[in-house]
């Protein structure tokens, strides 16, 4: 039986809720310090994956391209994703109330939707990148100048930031009332969305903005830039010319795939035929899957990072020399109450 957390009386009947109850992925007390030990071990590998990365295209002159400065902030966010729902969850793995602030599942809704979202339009400014590249190879360099990247980045950036706080402002103007139990791991949009004091038309505005601006917008774009890449690649005449352009765009493919795969049928499904556990598997996958293997897809596979990272003499000289994975310097931005903000 689940007990609620504290609440506060309004002038009438109705409760305010002070905090949320969040259960978490399983509901087996015996499994979770085996859980906590996988997912620390998950997490330090996203964290020094994604450090190495940026390491690798900051450090070596050769890989100062676009596709890499692109790259960069993909790794920074990816750390910056996983760092809003992983350490809350691993401590409540391993205390008795699993609990969070109301004010402090305000800020991870707001963090996760501003980096997700961001990822979202990131891919889609990669897909555009790798269109470029293709259809307009001998140009590449004018029309992928840094102004533009910058602009492009920027814009990515602003746009996550501008739909989650407009999406936490949305949701956080009706009262919740009722159970403040979030059956999840984190607190997820869509789950705080039937929290809410009855107010359909809030509730369905949250869902469509949630629906068109992070997933089917950038999702679209990227599809879009795809469209034009095939039928590029179906007019070279070459099949090693082919096989070229397709090695181009692999990496990202996979990627988006790893993303937008498990978000889309979390995000865009039907009510009916899906349970909460697999709600939680597959907010897991598009959480955790990326940012564990985008190191290896997009690093592994190319022999110029690979060149770079030996360069740096070694892998654990240079992650301890370049990169403290906790202020994430080598972008130059800091966010050491990152890590720590979600545990409120």
């Known amino acids: 039986m689940q007990v609620e957390g504290p609440k506060e009386m309004t002038g009438g009947n109705d409760m305010i809720i002070m905090e949320f109850t969040l259960l978490g992925l399983f509901h087996h007390p015996e499994?979770?310090?085996?859980?906590?030990?996988?997912?620390?071990?998950?997490?330090?590998?996203?964290?020094?994956?994604?450090?190495?990365?940026?390491?690798?295209?900051?450090?070596?002159?050769?890989l100062r391209t676009p596709m890499y400065f692109f790259l960069q902030n993909l790794a920074f966010l990816e750390i910056c994703y996983t760092s809003v729902t992983i350490p809350k969850m691993l401590a409540n793995l391993l205390l008795e109330k699993k609990t969070i602030s109301f004010s402090g599942c305000a800020t991870q809704m707001y963090?996760?939707?501003?980096?997700?979202?961001?990822?979202?339009?990131?891919?889609?400014?990669?897909?555009?990148d790798r269109f470029v590249a293709i259809c307009n190879p001998l140009h590449y360099p004018v029309l992928m100048c840094r102004r533009l990247c910058l602009l492009l980045v920027s814009g990515c950036w602003v746009t996550g930031m501008s739909v989650s706080l407009?999406?936490?402002?949305?949701?956080?103007?009706?009262?919740?009332?009722?159970?403040?139990?979030i059956n999840h791991f984190f607190c997820n949009?869509?789950?705080?969305?039937?929290?809410?004091?009855?107010?359909?038309?809030?509730?369905?505005?949250?869902?469509?903005?949630?629906?068109?601006?992070?997933?089917?917008?950038?999702?679209?774009?990227?599809?879009?830039?795809?469209?034009?890449?095939?039928?590029?690649?179906?007019?070279i005449p070459s099949l090693?010319?082919?096989?070229?352009?397709?090695?181009?765009?692999?990496?990202?493919?996979?990627?988006?795939?790893?993303?937008?795969?498990?978000?889309?049928f979390r995000y865009l499904r039907l009510n009916s035929g899906y349970t909460?556990?697999?709600?939680?598997?597959?907010?897991?996958?598009?959480?955790?899957?990326?940012?564990?293997?985008?190191?290896?897809?997009?690093?592994?596979?190319?022999?110029?990072?690979?060149?770079?990272l030996r360069k740096n003499g070694g892998l654990t000289q240079s992650f301890s020399k370049h990169v403290n994975v906790f202020s994430c310097e080598p972008l130059g931005i800091t966010c050491p109450s990152l890590l720590l903000v979600m545990l409120v």
């Open 276 to 308: 909460s556990g697999m709600d939680k598997l597959l907010s897991l996958l598009y959480t955790v899957a990326p940012a564990l293997l985008n190191p290896v897809i997009y690093s592994l596979r190319n022999q110029q990072v690979k060149a770079a």
């Open 166 to 181: 407009g999406q936490t402002a949305l949701i956080y103007s009706v009262p919740f009332c009722g159970s403040n139990i």
């Open 111 to 128: 963090f996760f939707l501003f980096f997700g979202t961001t990822v979202c339009y990131l891919l889609a400014v990669i897909s555009y």
């Open 31 to 62: 499994l979770q310090p085996l859980l906590f030990l996988a997912f620390l071990t998950i997490y330090i590998l996203i964290l020094m994956g994604n450090a190495l990365v940026i390491l690798a295209t900051v450090s070596d002159p050769v």
């Open 240 to 264: 090693d010319g082919k096989q070229k352009a397709i090695h181009t765009c692999f990496s990202h493919l996979v990627s988006v795939s790893l993303f937008y795969g498990s978000a889309i």
């Open 189 to 235: 949009v869509l789950l705080l969305v039937k929290l809410l004091c009855p107010d359909s038309r809030v509730n369905e505005v949250a869902k469509v903005l949630m629906n068109v601006l992070v997933i089917i917008i950038p999702f679209a774009l990227i599809v879009a830039s795809y469209i034009c890449i095939v039928t590029a690649i179906l007019r």
